[in-house]
């Protein structure tokens, strides 16, 4: 009776977490802005989950990782905090080195809790080595090339404490850094760890009332002040352009994620064709649901970027408007593709990789049809392919009904094509107002040239009844003032 109970048990067990082969372990949606608020509407799965990286298929086991990095040549890197090691792997996860000990100026030396780590162009691995306050180079050996140690600088003042969390390294050498308890900014440094200055302050630069009361408030105040109309950054990414994606893994904030362009300023585009304005994650909540917790980024093909979500374990794609175009992954059901506590996310030939803190593990996210069919038309569309895009974006429409930036994207290919009265129906059904009145605009010049001799007849056929009929009204008159002259 035992083994019998036990292996229903174990029955049960499977049936509620083997999922069938395509089958996605958690609900996918896409939005819906109504003339009553916004709605989730359910969408077919654009990410389902592939093979899982742990301990076994590693062949090292992680005790805290906290950050995930895939270099140009597509080789991946994690840096585990727990453990105080950085551990690089080969395109297919077969581990190439540990950076745990090394030898620096003839002595032994290790790392104490990384949490941070990039490649830069050259090959070269950075490392952040958090509790140890340094910035550490290696090269593509793991070996030791230089350390950066706490910038000096006077905007810094002498009471500067540097942990340095993530970091980004780009195309000329400038060191972008994400620094905890430090709310000016990201940290920019030179390759020699020359302080350069903040990048990105997460608050508006204060005025002369803020300034006078700055200037009379204790340290404690300050500190507090601070606190308050500033937030931390919690991750940084480079894109293919050189400009800077961040986040702020705060669920209250209006904008957590940013993109900076050279002098700091947030030119992320938010513009969605159906009017929702935010890119935070989920825009739906309620009670017992928690607002999104943005904690990594990265852009993959066609200026596509994804947000990691770790509140609810989701990731968020997004195109360079805003739009959300798909989303998927989950939080805590036990199942593969769902997660603990994902804390970082890396894109390698539209495949996703998710690093899960708690979980110790990496699990890759194969895009499906539904997706490669997104990437093929907003890649024919930006290449001028609007034949090519048309058709993409249509077999979208018939697939998800719901999915506003397909019918938007059909109308921009028609109107392209000149298609102006087309457009004007897609346009419609994506209620973008904007490029209806565009497309009517263009309709009703091609309707007026094309049919300008019909019109020109009928306007002068028209101006000849009127001038007749004036002429027989005042005719009447005439005859009839003539009349009761007369009489």
């Known amino acids: ?252 904030v209006t904008d957590p994620i940013r993109r900076l362009n050279p002098s700091g300023g947030d030119v992320l585009i938010r513009n969605a064709v159906n009017g929702i304005k935010s890119v935070c994650g989920d825009l739906v909540t309620g009670d017992g649901i928690l607002k999104s917790s943005i904690v990594d980024i990265a852009e993959g093909d066609t200026g596509i970027y994804y947000a990691l979500d770790a509140a609810r374990g989701r990731v968020f794609a997004y195109d360079e408007d805003g739009n959300m175009l798909f989303v998927f992954g989950g939080i805590n059901t036990y199942q593969q593709g769902t997660f603990l506590q994902p804390c970082s996310l890396v894109i390698r030939d539209e495949v996703v990789y998710v690093l899960d803190r708690d979980a110790r593990s990496v699990t890759a996210f194969t895009p499906t049809a539904y997706a490669e069919t997104i990437y093929r038309a907003v890649r024919s569309y930006r290449q001028s392919d609007y034949e090519n895009s048309l058709l993409l974006w249509e077999d979208l429409l018939q697939k998800n009904g719901n999915f506003d930036l397909a019918y938007d994207k059909a109308g921009l290919a028609l109107y392209r094509m000149g298609q102006y009265r087309q457009a004007m129906d897609r346009f419609s059904a994506a209620n973008d107002r904007e490029n209806y009145s565009l497309a009517m605009n263009k309709y009703r010049k091609e309707w007026i040239d094309e049919h300008f001799t019909l019109c020109a007849a009928a306007t002068g056929g028209l101006i000849v009844l009127i001038a007749a009929a004036r002429l027989i009204a005042r005719r009447r008159k005439s005859r009839g003032e003539r009349s009761n002259g007369n009489g």
């Open 1 to 252: 009776m035992k083994k019998w109970f036990a292996a229903s048990l174990a029955l049960l067990f499977v049936l509620l977490t083997v999922l069938p082969a395509g089958a996605a372990p958690y609900r996918t949606y896409t939005y819906v802005n109504a003339s009553d608020g916004v709605y989730a509407v359910d969408a077919p799965a654009a990410y389902i989950p592939g093979e899982t990286f742990d301990a076994r298929r590693l062949g090292v086991t992680l005790e805290q990782p906290e950050d995930l990095y895939c270099d140009e040549n597509g080789c991946f890197y994690i840096a585990d905090k727990g453990g105080n090691a950085v551990y690089a792997f080969d395109r297919d996860w077969h581990l190439r080195y540990t950076v745990a000990t090394f030898d620096n100026g003839g002595e032994e030396d290790s790392l104490s809790g990384p949490e941070g780590l990039c490649v830069d162009s050259t090959g070269r691995l950075w490392i952040a080595d958090t509790e140890n306050s340094r910035l550490l180079c290696f090269d593509r050996n793991g070996r030791l090339q230089k350390e950066l140690g706490t910038p000096v600088s006077p905007l810094l003042g002498d009471e500067f404490s540097f942990f340095p969390s993530k970091l980004v390294v780009d195309e000329v050498d400038r060191i972008f850094v994400v620094c905890r308890n430090v709310y000016d900014g990201l940290v920019q440094l030179t390759v020699d760890g020359q302080f350069v200055g903040f990048v990105g302050s997460n608050f508006a630069t204060s005025n002369w009332y803020e300034q006078f009361w700055q200037s009379i408030m204790t340290e404690e105040q300050r500190q507090k002040r601070l606190a308050f109309i500033a937030m931390e950054y919690a991750n940084i990414a480079l894109d293919r352009s050189g400009f800077l994606y961040v986040v702020t893994a705060v669920s209250d």
